[in-house]
């Protein structure tokens, strides 16, 4: 599936982490910040978490959800939030629904299966509103919260 800019959001219901259920309709109202890693405990996938955990009190003054999502299973994603110390969602997709509806299946042209580096940036509406295609782990966060202020700054969408 190709996913653009402009477009609806692919919706989504999966299980967290921790178990709970998180559905894209469910953080309506809010910007969410969807971002696919390839292997969690992975160096650059846990300087790219890090550095969200760091700028998530930023990311919430702007009313925007920040959520984690790997073909790993929900074991490693859990162990994974505890070694970070994150304190946003992670969805293990070890079944890549999410990773082919966003069209980010990667890794030997999704031979090996694993989600590639890739972000969403959507709309309270839903809406996609950007979407990062190649991303360097180290600075990726502050990257996207400079373009979601942007795009607030312009009225991309409504703040809640």
């Known amino acids: 599936m190709s996913v653009q800019v402009g477009q609806p959001a692919p ?18 109202g809010q910007w969410v910040v969807l971002y696919f890693y390839p292997r969690a405990n992975t160096p650059g996938c846990s300087l790219e978490a890090q550095a969200f955990q760091a700028s998530l009190e930023d990311f919430g003054a702007r009313n925007a959800a920040v959520v984690g999502v790997s ?15 994150l304190a946003f969602p992670l969805i293990p997709d070890g079944e ?22 890739q972000t969403f940036l959507i709309d309270p509406e839903g809406v996609l509103r950007w979407h990062w295609r ?16 942007g795009l607030q700054a312009a009225g991309a969408a409504p703040a809640s």
């Open 71 to 85: 073909t790993d299973t929900e074991a490693r994603q859990a162990a994974f939030r505890d070694r970070c110390g």
């Open 134 to 149: 190649f991303v360097n782990p180290a600075g990726h966060a502050r990257e996207v919260l400079g373009q979601l202020t």
């Open 11 to 28: 919706e989504f219901r999966a299980r967290t982490e921790d178990g709970q259920h998180l559905a894209l309709a469910d953080l309506r």
């Open 96 to 117: 890549k629904v999410l990773a082919r509806q966003y069209g980010v299946l990667g890794g030997l042209s999704g031979l090996l299966g694993v989600a590639s580096r």
